[in-house]
């Protein structure tokens, strides 16, 4: 008995050093497999949200308008009740310019087009983010984003130019009177859309907005003649790009 417990103890340390060298080998194949890979772990989320105030600025496009460009340079303040909810205000001006288009029609066919100039808008809603994502580049950089709904009401104002009425002088023989002068209409809007952060630190983000901003107007504002008979009324909607940056505090 006392002989056989030293050859088993050799043959256990013999056991243990294989085992050993056949790990070694293995971890050094695989670090040699993996040496070209960096392993990094599910990052927290970047930052929260919940009871900040954001404010930002952008410009907006009007996109659905065939004979003018509308643009408005739009200021926006949301605050944040949680990750997934906030409440926005939304204040917008600008200006249109005509196409080339509209200046063709008058000047070689003598076609005056009538169109509803959206000179502002202001809008009060909710905005909805169901989504965070992180997408990481090649440098290894991850980017941080988010996407939102919007919904809410305002106000939309059409500036009426009445460049479509005939002006006196136009025909020799007939009497016509001089259109209305330019004016500002307001009209009840309802709005909604989608939008995109993609956030550069802690506090800035790029952001982007599609809205659709649908609204009735009445016929009658847009006439030459001034009547108060014609109450007829009519549903315009106005697609909108938005582009431009938000700060949270």
């Known amino acids: 008995m006392t002989r056989l417990a030293p050859y088993l103890m050799s043959k256990l340390m013999a056991a243990v050093t294989a085992v050993s060298l056949v790990l070694s080998a293995t971890t050094a194949v695989a670090a040699e497999q993996f040496d070209k890979y960096e392993i990094r772990v599910i990052r927290p989320k970047y930052f929260t949200k919940t009871g900040r105030l954001e404010t930002g600025a952008q410009l907006s496009v009007v996109m659905n308008q065939p004979f003018i460009y509308t643009y408005l340079a739009t200021g926006i303040l949301d605050y944040h009740f949680s990750e997934t909810l906030a409440m926005e205000g939304a204040l917008a001006y600008g200006f249109s310019i005509d196409k080339d288009d509209k200046r063709a029609l008058d000047s070689n ?141």
């Not at 992180?134 to 440098?139: E, F, G, H, N, R």
């Open 109 to 249: 066919f003598k076609i005056k087009t009538q169109i509803l100039r959206t000179q502002y808008f202001m809008e009060g809603g909710a905005l909805y983010t169901p989504i965070y994502g992180k997408y990481q580049l090649t440098s290894g950089q991850l980017i941080y984003i988010d996407m939102f709904l919007s919904g809410g009401v305002g106000l939309t104002g059409v500036n009426y130019l009445y460049d479509h009425c005939p002006k006196p002088g136009d025909a020799a023989d007939v009497t016509i009177d001089p259109p209305p002068s330019p004016q500002t209409k307001s009209y009840p809007t309802f709005f909604g859309g989608v939008g995109q952060r993609v956030f550069m630190d802690k506090k800035l983000s790029l952001r982007w907005d599609v809205r659709a901003h649908i609204f009735a107007y009445n016929m009658a504002d847009g006439a030459c003649v001034p009547t108060t008979a014609d109450k007829t009324s009519n549903t315009q909607t106005n697609i909108t790009m938005q582009l431009g940056a938000g700060y949270f505090m």
